[in-house]
């Protein structure tokens, strides 16, 4: 589109008359016929990497090997080492395969309802604290 309302200027239409044709503000074709190269940007709170560096070197303190993630996290807050949260800490020492996957708790028995241990002749006792 710029270069068509470039070549259409060159011919001698104005600049305002051919930007009305397209429907966009003559502001707005100069910006895109002189557009400045976008400056890369990084996040304020990316994490560093004397930071994740310092979070590996914490999990492999003797005794925190074998521990879990919480552990790591506890111990760089209290020493001072290094200040980030559970899930970035997770997140550092999982991309360097250094801790297992977590695992998700599945319910072992079948659920029993307590109509049915009525129906068997159970008893039940409900306290209702409120």
């Known amino acids: 589109m710029v270069n068509i309302i470039k070549e259409s200027i060159a011919e001698g239409v104005g600049q305002k008359t051919a930007c009305e044709i397209f429907e966009i503000h003559p502001r707005k074709f100069r910006r895109w016929a002189h557009s400045k190269p976008v400056k890369p940007r990084t996040a304020w709170n990316k994490t ?40 970035t800490v997770y997140r550092t020492l999982k991309s360097k395969n250094m801790v297992e996957p977590r695992k998700h708790w599945h319910r072992t028995t079948p659920y029993v309802s307590a109509h049915s241990l009525l129906d068997e002749g159970f008893s039940l006792l409900c306290y209702d604290g409120t």
Do not use: N, Q
């Open 48 to 87: 560093l990497a004397h930071e994740r560096d310092a979070i590996e070197a914490a999990a492999w303190t003797p005794e925190l090997i074998g521990k879990p993630v919480s552990h790591i996290f506890i111990y760089g807050h209290e020493s001072g080492k290094f200040f980030a949260s559970l899930s």
